[in-house]
């Protein structure tokens, strides 16, 4: 009974450990989204790029220079699912923008997949900028 004890208070360290992990994930891509929607809804599109793994890119997307033209007027993101191990988010943000060319309004979904990068401990995009026409 005695080796019991040390070895459930063991198993009870590392689920309480695997809990407290989740939810620093949960947090941390809560508040990633938020910093990206910022510099979307800003129109820092240099910073914006950051955000994105370009390994993972299998189409390139506009560069944040081509971008400029667009000034974001409104932006709701929305977490729609998360995997079962938590380290891939999906993601869909309804933005209305300014077209300063056409000078015209216009509203897109951009759908948006997050994937955890465990050994840094960050969120990265997978999916290119907003492709604003």
Do not use: H
């Not at 941390?28 to 599109?45: K, M, P």
């Not at 790029?49 to 370009?54: A, K, P, Q, V």
């Not at 709701?76 to 933005?95: H, K, M, P």
Request: hydrophobic letters at 35%; one cysteine or more; glycine letters at 6%.
């Amino acid at each position: 009974m005695r080796k019991l004890v040390p070895l459930a208070l063991l198993l009870l360290l590392f689920t309480g450990c695997s809990s407290v992990d989740e939810k620093k994930k949960s947090m941390t891509l809560q508040s990633t989204i938020r910093a990206y929607e910022s510099t979307i809804r800003w129109g820092d599109y240099e910073t914006a790029y950051g955000f994105i793994n370009l390994d993972e890119l299998e189409e390139p997307g506009p560069l944040p220079g081509d971008l400029k033209v667009f000034k974001v007027t409104s932006y709701l993101s929305s977490i729609i699912s998360v995997s079962e191990d938590g380290t891939e988010a999906q993601v869909v943000a309804e933005i209305s923008y300014y077209n300063e060319r056409s000078m015209s309004v216009v509203d897109m979904v951009d759908r948006q997949t997050w994937q955890y990068d465990t050994e840094v401990g960050k969120w990265y995009l997978t999916v290119p900028l907003p492709d604003f026409k």
